[in-house]
């Protein structure tokens, strides 16, 4: 059991969790994951390790509510646990120093950018960030960005706060202004990877990605997490999940990742309806 | 006991498996075979000449006393039988189901020249049964502790068969496992209607009994590398029973299309996963009920993989495979079983491409027909593409069981341990120790996919040399 040592929204359907995985602590390296289940009847999920303490000896995971384990995990509360962690998983960051290192981050995509946006710094680059989310109140992890950041930004689709427009918009600004950017970090959903793809290519600016598809054991052995890169089969959870974004076979990911998309929408559907039915007996018998 | 003359005994006929109805059977995922009863056991028995020099034994890749154990049977003395498989076989329950006997210990048996062997699996495997069933599983005495410490990666077969001889021995050993549970291939790979998960449960309860340690969620080679066991964690010798986990793929055009499986991806997620009682375990498997699923390979993962597709309600359900029945790796009665089962084979048959529809959904795949030709490295008659032979075939979900490779996972963070050029780890074979010291190895991790029996005695093998290696070293 993998006690939760901490757990606050960070925005809605954002959840920040610190649990107490003392051995993964110490050996995590930034780009790293680890796959949770919440309880035996649990599916394995992946997420990435946002930070750690090795004092307290617990991990930092951000999670984004999308489907029923992920809702459920992000009902759980401070002093509740997660049946299993295991990790870490997946192949380091390997960031150097390059010069100017640019972090792009979409959605909950700020958090899983985050430990390699700080290696960047640690690494001695000049930081550029550029957060985004679709409106002012779904910003996530803005002061510890800025913190980290030589220059950072803000970005929303309807223009609430920071940036009016989309990351790549940002990306191409700070391009047309002449700045020499000799390494981008893209990631989120997967139309917004592609898009900071196609806005650096042309450029020749080296551009890496994490790539999130359904995985099972994350330690190579089923396959199911494999991903066309330079029209190579890679399998994501040992291979990755940092990848070339200039290779990757995004249309092939966005595909797989809808592979159980039929099965994924009635177990949430169900899974909300249980709730709202346990609320109401709640209520009944309040 | 009646005694018979060896022309007696000749003439009784092979007792029959008991199976559950094909036709039943193929809707769940209860045991097929239910075992033999006490009286077909004995009556099993009585066909055994015992030979004086038995070849049967010889045929045992871990020589277990057949003859012997095969006599006390006869007598009534079931307890008796199991206690002398136990001493070359930490696993008789577990084997008895799955091990090829038609090529080992039956392959060789005398009375087999002349019509059928004696059922020697059917045996092991009532004499263990025998033993659970009436509680009268002994665990082993645990000799006084001697302070030492051992780590094994990995609870397959190796790893669990290492485990209980070093903590017979009085070693203080711990077991680290990467999935959440323990068993290795035996519950994430070979499905419950060949080998009820309650069995390895009861084996690993046992070892549990005997003050083994089991720590699940720990990938050694992430967590703790070789080294910092050794070196900071205290363990005196390491035992690598990691199996060989990582699945090949056939490398042909659309191989990365939605509904093209590895059999590793399918079989977990139905046996590990419980996929089949989607959505209220959590864990979705494609639909497969309704779908035409094809499975390429001819093993035993290969039709665990289709006989578990046609459980799941797949309309047709499809063995694909290069060359012919006779080269087929898988056991004789799996193929069996998956005829009764309604399982179609397509054999001298191989794909070439998986067609799909603009969302890369796998609707079709293009195969082709062979034919043998001279024998190649394996020994087998090699197959040989005919030319003008291809054809489509409606494909729904494909499975793919050409075997797995090794994992590098701990080759690739421990510099000193010597590897092949097919990532699987170098041992003397003596005494089952790598090219670092204190480290030893076993199972399929050393010979690449193989089976339950050899993965057993590697690491018996291995618990010797360790011993031994440990008890100089004081
Ligand atoms: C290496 C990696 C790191 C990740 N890090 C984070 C993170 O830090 N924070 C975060 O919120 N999310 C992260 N994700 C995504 C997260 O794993 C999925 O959102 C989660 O699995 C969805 O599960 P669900 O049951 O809630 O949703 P579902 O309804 O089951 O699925 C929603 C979508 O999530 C994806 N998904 C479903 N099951 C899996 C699975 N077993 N493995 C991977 N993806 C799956 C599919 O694309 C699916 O379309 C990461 C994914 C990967 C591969
Ligand atoms: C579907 C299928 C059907 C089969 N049917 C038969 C059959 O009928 N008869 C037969 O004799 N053989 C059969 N086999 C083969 C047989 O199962 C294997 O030869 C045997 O299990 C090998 O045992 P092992 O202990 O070496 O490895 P495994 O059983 O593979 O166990 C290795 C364990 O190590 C764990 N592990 C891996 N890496 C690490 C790490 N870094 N740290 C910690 N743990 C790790 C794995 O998760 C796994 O649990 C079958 C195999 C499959 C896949
Ligand atoms: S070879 Fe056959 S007949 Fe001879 S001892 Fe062995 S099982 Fe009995
Ligand atoms: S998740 Fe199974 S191989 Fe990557």
């Known amino acids: 059991m993998y006690k939760i040592i901490e757990a606050r929204f960070l925005a809605e359907n954002v959840k920040l969790f610190e649990i107490e995985a003392p051995k993964i602590a110490k050996k995590r390296k930034a780009g790293q994951f680890v796959i949770i289940r919440i309880d035996e009847h649990g599916e394995r999920i992946p997420l990435t390790i946002a930070n750690s303490d090795m004092e307290k000896g617990t991990i930092t995971i951000i999670v984004q509510s999308v489907g029923k384990t992920t809702t459920k995990l992000n009902s759980l509360e401070k002093g509740e646990s997660l049946l299993d962690v295991v990790g870490p998983l997946g192949t380091p960051s390997h960031i150097e120093k390059v010069g100017t290192a640019v972090s792009i981050g979409g959605g909950v995509g700020t958090a899983i950018a985050f430990p390699t946006a700080a290696e960047m710094k640690n690494q001695g680059n000049y930081v550029i960030t550029i957060n985004g989310a679709r409106t002012k109140d779904l910003v996530i992890l803005e002061d510890e960005m800025k913190a980290l950041s030589d220059e950072s930004y803000v970005t929303t689709d309807d223009g609430s706060y920071g940036y009016h427009g989309f990351v790549t918009q940002k990306l191409q600004e700070l391009i047309d202004e002449g700045k020499k950017l000799d390494l981008v970090l893209a990631i989120g959903p997967i139309p917004m990877m592609r898009a900071v793809a196609e806005v650096t290519r042309p450029h020749g600016i080296k551009t890496i990605v994490s790539l999130n598809p359904v995985m099972v054991d994350g330690t190579g052995m089923c396959g199911g997490c494999r991903v066309v890169v330079d029209g190579k089969s890679m399998f994501a959870c040992v291979d990755g999940p940092e990848f070339d974004a200039h290779l990757v076979d995004f249309k092939n990911l966005m595909n797989r990742n809808k592979m159980y998309a039929k099965q994924e929408h009635d177990a949430l559907e169900q899974y909300n309806h249980e709730c709202k039915l346990d609320k109401k007996i709640e209520t009944l018998s309040d | ?474």
């Open chain 2, 1 to 474: 006991m009646q005694q018979l003359t060896a022309k007696e005994r000749m003439k009784i006929p092979r007792n029959p498996m008991v199976e559950q109805d094909p036709n039943e059977r193929n809707k769940n995922f209860l045991e097929v075979n239910q075992g033999y009863t006490a009286q077909m056991a004995q009556e099993e028995a009585m066909r055994c000449l015992a030979c004086p020099k038995p070849s049967c034994v010889e045929g045992c890749p871990v020589h277990i006393q057949i003859k012997d154990f095969i006599l006390q049977i006869a007598e009534g003395d079931f307890l008796g039988a199991v206690h002398t498989i136990k001493q070359d076989n930490a696993l008789p329950a577990i084997c008895g189901r799955v091990c090829p006997q038609e090529e080992q210990c039956e392959q060789v048996c005398v009375v087999g020249k002349r019509g059928e062997p004696v059922a020697i699996g059917n045996l092991e495997r009532f004499v263990a049964d025998y033993e659970r069933e009436m509680n009268k599983v002994e665990i082993p005495a645990v000799g006084s502790s001697n302070g030492k410490k051992v780590a094994i990666a990995g609870s397959g077969p190796a790893g669990l068969s290492c485990a209980k001889d070093l903590a017979g021995m009085g070693y203080d050993v711990t077991v680290f496992e990467a999935l959440h549970q323990l068993g290795g291939v035996l519950v994430y790979g070979i499905p419950e209607f060949r080998l009820p998960k309650d069995i390895v449960a009861k084996e690993i309860d046992g070892l549990k009994q005997m003050g083994v340690k089991f720590v699940t969620d720990t990938i050694i080679g992430r967590i703790s590398t070789i080294d910092e066991l050794m070196e900071e964690e205290g363990f005196d010798s390491v035992f690598l029973g990691v199996g060989a986990g990582l699945p090949w793929f056939l490398g042909l055009p659309g191989e990365n299309l939605i509904g093209v499986y590895s059999a590793n991806d399918f079989l977990t997620r139905v046996n590990l996963m419980k996929a089949y009682k989607f959505p209220s375990e959590d864990t979705p498997v494609l639909q497969v009920e309704g779908k035409n699923v094809a499975v390429f390979g001819g093993g035993n993962t290969a039709m665990d993989s289709v006989r578990t597709a046609l459980r799941l309600g797949a309309k047709n359900a499809y063995i694909i495979y290069r060359r012919s029945e006779v080269e087929m790796p898988a056991r004789v009665e799996e193929v069996k079983h998956a005829k009764e089962e309604g399982v179609q084979f397509l054999l001298l048959t191989n794909p070439i491409q998986f067609n799909g529809d603009e969302e890369d959904w796998l609707h079709s795949v293009t195969l082709q027909k062979m034919e043998l030709g001279e024998p190649d490295d394996s020994g087998r008659r090699r197959p040989i593409p005919i030319k003008g032979s291809e054809y489509d075939l409606d494909i729904d979900i494909s499975i793919i069981a050409i075997g797995n490779g090794s994992n590098p996972l701990i080759s690739q963070t421990t510099p000193d341990l010597e590897t092949s050029k097919r990532g699987t780890i170098v041992v003397n074979e003596e005494t089952m120790e790598t090219s670092k010291k204190g480290v030893f190895a076993g199972g399929d991790i050393v010979t690449g996919g193989a089976t339950v029996i050899l993965a057993m005695g590697a690491g018996r093998k291995a618990a010797e040399a360790m011993h031994k290696y440990m008890s100089d070293k004081a």
